[in-house]
Structures are given as structure tokens and as C-alpha cells.
């Protein structure tokens, strides 16, 4: 068990007072006798601001120099760990799966996908290399022969059969001689041992599969169900979707289950199920204007016979992200501007969290939250959630715990400093029982984000993850998150558990009220709307390289 527990932050105020009085008369009379003033009552003591127990998930990594047995083209970051998704067994709330991207590349993905799991809540893990990659021992699986892998995610059915998925990749976007897949494995032992790795999909140099998602059914274990989004060279992007009728055994042969169109696209789509089976698929859709300029929107789809058929979408909500950047320096942060995440509630209810500048009339992105009553066919006002609005916070998560309370994960830069040569950054749990008004409670920070892996398409940005984890186990949230580790080249991130934010800290916490989130003066200007585009294809250019010229060349 490896535990590293935050430093606290301390601020101890001492108060010295000493107070003197002297009386006097003429020389023939007796001064009389004068007695001090009582001392002030002591101030309260200040309270000192604790952080959770943290607990490494992450180890070294397993790969070696060359794994992937080809010359690649970008910067490596070994033992360099990203993009955290966890997963909790419905049959044993100790028993957690973690999965992420095991020594990242510059240039996009990783060498391999790594799977964790902890039998303790969090508190101890066993890391497992994944054959989803050369380097993770991968070769030759259904005539692909993957270089590179990422966007992994794990799910635990209700009998506690595990599914795990993950994409995998040789070169670049549509470009000549790439493969692109998506490969799921299952186990029936909790994790420590996986089956055979199964093709879901496996494209050549005419699309291009993105960002994965494996749901399993918590009403009926039999079904699991995965979707992604799917570039093609005739300029569509359409949400594929498969599942599986055996609990991951086998799968249908996918199919697209929503087509915005030519010159369109989905990302980001993510499956939840709502207590009376209804299957839900968020996504964000992208679209351009006549003017040759990006706009997007979050939208939901539905299905009642468990993904047989589905919906016209719903809309949640526009999309003003304008991206996130070192406030000293400029340089990007390969941030979640276009990767909304979406959560089941209480009675079928559903909340989305996502980037948005609305709330601050464009200078800077906050964490937006819209949610749904009715399963996803109407959404309220987007609400901020972030505490500090005069800072950048981004990469936000979202999870209902069982008894409703919401919570949110973010980081943001409210302990940053002036000085150029470090980005500090903290990650926050804010909860809310209606989703309005909120308590938060620090998790992890400050570190440097500017140890992160570097995205060098286009220009440069920092990289943590599209997204991290967040569970709960009883009235504990448990997030598994991504950190910088300062002053060690070496090892220049690892994944952390930290499973002990619970209501009881919400005492501690900082309470705030956001009348703002009633009424917002926000203007949509042309300006914006230009800002607003640009990050568009700056978040999809750093995903993807390539993207702008081969979906939207000028």
C-alpha cells in the first residue's frame, strides 16, 4: 500500500497584548491603586485546512523503450499516467476497477492501457498491463497491430462481471495505411484476470473511431452496451453504438444510432441507464455555420427497448467553452472543453456537467451543470458550480451518490501565483443535494501543471486527462484523479485514490451561494462566438491532428 497524504496548508495567527496604566496626584497624596483592564477574550482558534488521505493507484510503468517496436513520432513520457476512469462492484463496494493511459505520447495516445484494482475502497491497488497495445502484448489481434491506445473506460455489471474498453490506433487521422479499433475484454474474477481482447470495430484509413464508452446494464446484467464517435473520410461523424445480449460475451455488429449529417460530427458520447432500463446516450455535436465557423450543443437520445432503437435527440444545452490556459504564459491545457460527462440521479433524474464561459461573459471557463427530471426529454438553466468565478476550472465529473447527493470534481487555478515557471492547480469536490447551491472540500493541490505530458498539436498544452473518476461508497465520494509529482522528471504524473470525502468533511467545507445562477447577464457576441470556434478546432486539432484540414479546410 503506497499513501501519500497532502500537506497541509496552515495559516496560525498569534496575538500579543500588553496593556499598562499609571495614575499620579500632587506630592502630598497617596496615589491610589489602579487596576488593569481585563485581558481581551482569546479569539477563536483558527481552523486548519486538512486534505484527504491520498493513496497511489499507479505504479511504474511496465513498458520499456521500443515496445511498440516501430520509430514513432512525438515525445514519450514514461511512467507519465493520464486519464483515469473507476468503476465500483455492486457486490462488494470495496472492490473498485480503475483503468488509464499508461507513459502518454506528445502526439496523442499512449503505450499502453493499464487496469487497477483495490479489494480495500481505494487504499491499496494491483496494476495490470492490458493487451490492448504492442507494448501492453497485443500483437496481431484480428489483423490489427496497435502502436498506441487510449480512452480507456471499465464497467462492473450487477452480477460483477467486468467489461473494460479502450481504442487503439497505428498513425494519424484518415491518413494513409492507419488502423483504428475499439477493443473491449471481460473478467469474471473481479479483475485479475481478463479474457480474450474482442474487436468491436476496426477501421482502416477511411474513418476513424474516438472516444469510447462501455456501459453494463444495472437493471438486466445481460446487456452491455458501447458507444464511440466515428470520423469518416465523406466528412461524417455519426455515434456508433454496439452492445452485447451475454454480459460482454459477444457483440452485434455496430451500427451508427444518430447522424447529425455531412461536415458534423458527435464526441464525447456516454451511455447511462435510468432505473426503468431507459438507455440514454449524451453527446456533444458540432457543427458548422455558413460562415465556416464551429458551433456545439450537448444533446441526449433515448431508447426503451435497450438500444434496439432510438430518439430524436433532446437538446441540453449550447456549448460556450472557450478552453483553458495558463493565465501567466498562454500556453493551452488539453482541458474537457468538449467532453461533457452525464449522471444518472434519484428517481431517474440525470445531471450533465460540462466547460462553459457563460458566467463569465466569455473571459474564462467554469463548470456548468444542466439537469433533467423527466430522463432526459426537458433540461434546466445551466447553473455554475466551481466556487471561485474569477479563475479558470475545468475537467469537470459528476455522480449521484444513492441517497442524491450530487458531486463534482474539478480542478481550477485559485492557488495559482504570478510566477511564470509553475501553473498551480487544485482539485475540488463540490456537492449539493438540489444541485444549486454548494459545499465544496479541497482533494488534492496545488501542484504544477506544468510537469504534465505535453500536446504539442497544435502549439502546446498540458495534459491530465478528457476526464477522471468519481464514484461513491455509502456516503464517501471517491475520486481517482491525475496529479503532478513536483521535482520528479521521472515520473512526471501518477493516479490517486482518495476515499475519504465524505458528508461529515462538508462541515469544513466552504459554503457558497450563487445568486448568479438565477440570473446570468450573458451576451453571445461575434466575438465570443470567434473565441468560441477557435477552441473548437484547437480541442479537436490537439485530439486529433489533422482534424481541421481533413473535416474543415479553409
Known amino acids: ?41 482569546s479569539p477563536p482558534p483558527v481552523p486548519v485546512p486538512t486534505l484527504d488521505p491520498q493513496y497511489l493507484a499507479s505504479a511504474p510503468s511496465p513498458f520499456v523503450a521500443g515496445c511498440d517496436g516501430v520509430a514513432q513520432d512525438g515525445t514519450v513520457y514514461p511512467n507519465a499516467e493520464v486519464e483515469p476512469y473507476l468503476a465500483i462492484d455492486p457486490l462488494n463496494p470495496q472492490h473498485l476497477i480503475g483503468v488509464w493511459q499508461q507513459d502518454r505520447w506528445s502526439t496523442g495516445g499512449a503505450r499502453g492501457i493499464i487496469a487497477g484494482v483495490s479489494n480495500d475502497g481505494g487504499k491499496s491497488w494491483t496494476q ?17 497491430d496497435f502502436e498506441r491506445a487510449s480512452n480507456a473506460w471499465v464497467t462492473i455489471a450487477p452480477d460483477g462481471t467486468a467489461n473494460m474498453i479502450a481504442l487503439a490506433f497505428n498513425g494519424q487521422l484518415l491518413a494513409p495505411g492507419s488502423l483504428s479499433a475499439v477493443l473491449s475484454s471481460r473478467s469474471s474474477d473481479g479483475g485479475a484476470n481478463w479474457g480474450p481482447v474482442t474487436t468491436l470495430i476496426l477501421d482502416g484509413q477511411n474513418a476513424f473511431d474516438d472516444k469510447d464508452v462501455i456501459t453494463a446494464d444495472p437493471v438486466n446484467p445481460q446487456f452491455v452496451y458501447a458507444v464511440w464517435d466515428r470520423l469518416t473520410s465523406d466528412n461524417t461523424g455519426p455515434s456508433y453504438f454496439t452492445r452485447s445480449t451475454n454480459g460482454g460475451v459477444t457483440w452485434e455488429t455496430p451500427r451508427a444510432i444518430y447522424d447529425p449529417g455531412v461536415g458534423k460530427q458527435t464526441i464525447s458520447n456516454a451511455i447511462v441507464v435510468l432505473p426503468n432500463g431507459t438507455v440514454v446516450d449524451m453527446f456533444l455535436e458540432i457543427d458548422p455555420t455558413p460562415a465556416n465557423a464551429l458551433t456545439s450543443h450537448i444533446a441526449v437520445i433515448r431508447s426503451t427497448d435497450n438500444g434496439t432503437t432510438w430518439s430524436a435527440p433532446f437538446k441540453v444545452a449550447d456549448n460556450f467553452s472557450v478552453g483553458t490556459r495558463d493565465p501567466d504564459t498562454g500556453v493551452s491545457i488539453r482541458d474537457s472543453a468538449l467532453i461533457p460527462e452525464i449522471a444518472v440521479g434519484i428517481g431517474g433524474s440525470l445531471i450533465v456537467v460540462w466547460q462553459d464561459s457563460r458566467f463569465s461573459n466569455g473571459a474564462h471557463d467554469s463548470v456548468a451543470l444542466a439537469q433533467s427530471g423527466d430522463g432526459g426529454f426537458t433540461w434546466s438553466a445551466p447553473v ?132 448568479e445562477n438565477v440570473t446570468v447577464a450573458f451576451v453571445v457576441t461575434p466575438e465570443l462566438r470567434q473565441r468560441v470556434s477557435q477552441n473548437i478546432a484547437n480541442a479537436m486539432e490537439q485530439r486529433l491532428p489533422g482534424w481541421r484540414q481533413a473535416r474543415h479546410p479553409d
Open 1 to 41: 500500500m503506497n499513501l501519500r497524504t497532502a500537506p497541509a496548508r496552515t495559516s496560525l495567527l498569534t496575538l500579543m497584548l500588553s496593556l499598562g496604566a499609571c495614575g499620579g496626584g500632587s506630592s502630598n497624596s497617596t496615589p491610589a491603586a489602579v487596576s488593569p483592564p481585563p485581558p481581551p477574550p
Open 128 to 144: 495490470h498491463a492490458m493487451p490492448m497495445s504492442r507494448c501492453g502484448g497485443g500483437n496481431a489481434i484480428n489483423g490489427g
Open 384 to 515: 455554475r458550480v466551481n466556487a471561485d468565478a474569477s479563475v479558470p476550472a475545468f475537467s469537470p465529473m459528476a455522480h449521484v451518490r444513492s441517497d442524491g447527493l450530487v458531486g463534482v470534481s474539478y480542478y481550477d487555478f485559485r492557488d495559482n501565483t504570478a510566477n511564470a515557471a509553475s501553473l498551480l492547480t487544485d482539485y475540488w469536490l463540490a456537492r449539493s443535494a438540489e444541485a444549486v447551491n454548494w459545499q465544496e472540500t479541497q482533494i488534492a493541490g496545488p501542484f504544477n501543471l506544468a510537469l504534465a505530458p505535453v500536446v504539442t498539436t497544435p502549439g502546446s498544452g498540458y495534459f491530465l486527462g478528457d476526464y477522471q473518476g468519481l464514484i461513491s461508497i455509502g456516503t464517501l465520494f471517491v475520486p481517482l484523479f491525475v496529479q503532478t509529482n513536483s521535482g520528479n522528471v521521472a515520473n512526471p504524473t501518477d493516479v490517486f485514490a482518495a476515499p475519504a470525502v465524505s458528508v461529515s468533511a462538508m462541515a469544513t467545507a466552504k459554503q457558497v451561494r450563487l445568486p
